[in-house]
């Protein structure tokens, strides 16, 4: 696969991309509208910000730019039971394995070793296989097959910042309205402002949609633990980048238009999937599914993509490393200043950003 590799090393610590964010504008719950959600156009300096609303998306693209998206499904990967020996257990499906095994995170007092039985709040028993570091491997013993159990017996992972239990709102609006193969643990939340009343808006302007599936893995919200960025060890995640979609990007790209990234995993998705070619040796979007470590961050340079839609990313985040990576790092900055000064919503259920960096050449 093609790292892109940075054109000079560069020395970067997780303190780098650290800001203040009052508490009362992390967003706990979404707007009654999808497409209602703030829009700060972000352009290359030294161009304005530019305040808008996420239904004025049409106005900002042209006919013929190609939006990707994610259509991963979020299952509701949390479950609950208890130990052999009383012990309460939380159980968060990061992967389903296949058959009735899943790769999970448990939340115990103590770990259970392998050969342990943990009984299921809902009916039936989860069997600990193994463990590989924070990851224990699971087989659960239902009468159903796991994602159907999942559906009726599971509740909705909602992010840790957000400070309530789920409702019932939360499963429609935790889930984009294209979602369609389910994997994810969370939802990639760029997704989450289009309802379907904007893509009819978008199709009528001539703008083209594309699918890629990238099943967001628990992993996305561990902190990054090393200050030296070069010795993160980035979660892996699985990832499908179809045939069509290539074909779609390069009639895109040969007609001038853009392709647009509808949030961070479509570009981790789209960037993995870069190969070197003898006509493109600096690397060609080729058809790919399998696992990503890939860890993009300023010094990257991020050649699938020409415009991205995202949400406003943690702190010292590995998401706000890879915008930071496409935009450049001063005028993500700038942006974040001016979305706190403005009491724009962060995260998952907040407000969005379009990235326009300067025109490909």
């Known amino acids: 696969m093609f790292p892109g590799p940075p054109a000079k090393p560069l020395i970067l610590k997780k303190s780098d991309f650290s800001y203040e964010l009052p508490p009362d504008l992390i967003a706990q719950a979404p707007l009654p509208e999808r497409s209602s959600s703030r829009l700060l156009v972000v352009p290359p300096a030294p161009a304005s910000l530019s305040d808008r609303v996420f239904r004025d998306l049409p106005d900002l693209l042209e006919a013929g730019d190609l939006l990707v998206f994610n259509d991963t499904r979020v299952i509701p990967a949390r479950l609950f039971g208890r130990k052999q020996t009383g012990g309460r257990v939380e159980i968060l499906i990061e992967r389903m394995l296949g058959g009735q095994e899943a790769r999970a995170q448990l939340g115990v007092s103590k770990s259970p070793k392998a050969g342990a039985r943990i009984e ?25 097959g796991l994602e159907q159990y999942l559906l009726h017996a599971g509740r909705l992972p909602l992010p840790p910042y957000i400070q309530r ?20 643990v969370a939802a990639p939340t760029a997704g989450l402002h289009f309802d379907q009343p904007l893509l009819d808006a978008l199709a009528a302007r001539g703008v083209e949609f594309g699918h890629v599936t990238l ?22 995640e699985w990832l499908n980048v179809g045939a069509g979609l290539v074909e779609q990007v390069r009639r895109t790209r040969a007609a001038g238009r853009r392709v647009v990234a509808v949030g961070t995993t479509v570009v981790r998705a789209l960037e993995s999937a870069m190969q070197r ?68 919503r962060f995260f998952s259920y907040g407000d969005a950003m379009l990235l326009l960096p300067e025109e490909r050449s």
């Open 120 to 144: 299921l709040d809902a009916g039936g028993e989860a069997e600990v296989i193994g463990r590989d570091g924070e990851f224990y491997h699971l087989r659960f013993h239902v009468q159903t």
């Open 165 to 184: 239990e789920p409702g019932a709102d939360d499963a429609e609006r935790y889930q984009t309205v294209f979602a369609r193969q389910a994997g994810a």
């Open 215 to 236: 099943h967001v893995g628990a992993g996305t919200f561990q902190p990054v633990r090393a200050d030296d960025l070069s010795e993160h060890v980035m979660h892996s």
């Open 277 to 344: 070619t003898d006509r493109h040796p600096e690397g060609e979007l080729q058809p790919f599914a399998g696992e990503s470590r890939l860890f993009i961050l300023p010094g990257y340079r991020i050649r699938s993509i020409d415009a991205l839609v995202t949400n406003f990313h943690l702190p010292e985040s590995t998401l706000l490393m890879m915008v930071s990576a496409f935009a450049g790092k001063a005028r993500i900055s700038e942006a974040y200043r001016h979305a706190i000064e403005q009491r724009y």
